[in-house]
């Protein structure tokens, strides 16, 4: 799993099924990531145990979504074949003032740095 981007907003997501937004105090945190089945057999990732954690909380992403043109749900379990490659897009909802400090699937971890302006 590869982080490719963490932004803090936008606030909104839109499809033909709905939209969504935060409530007030909360702000969506979108991460890019991609996955990659390095195995020789198929593998099954479970979107759903990508965590974002926040001062010590664990926080499951509220939405997954197909990283298209056009906004589209992520089935939560994507089956991949070996050597295939996939971006997914993940949104939380995390506190205004709050920012992430890593994001955690099975046994890996991946710091974020601390980009804040001091």
Known sequence: MT???LTLGPDQYNTAGGYWEPRQGKHFAWAKIMLRNKLKTDQQFN???ILLYIGG???K???LDM???VAMRANPAPKLKPNE???RK???IVPCE???DKIIYENVDIVIPDLKVR
Do not use: C, G, N, W
Request: without cysteine; glycine residues 0%.
């Open 61 to 63: 992403p509220f939405i």
């Open 3 to 5: 982080l490719v981007a």
């Open 67 to 69: 990283d298209s043109m």
């Open 57 to 59: 909380k664990q926080i």
């Open 85 to 87: 490659t996939i971006s």
């Open 98 to 100: 709050a920012y992430p």
């Open 90 to 92: 993940l949104i939380y």
């Open 47 to 49: 979107l759903e145990r």
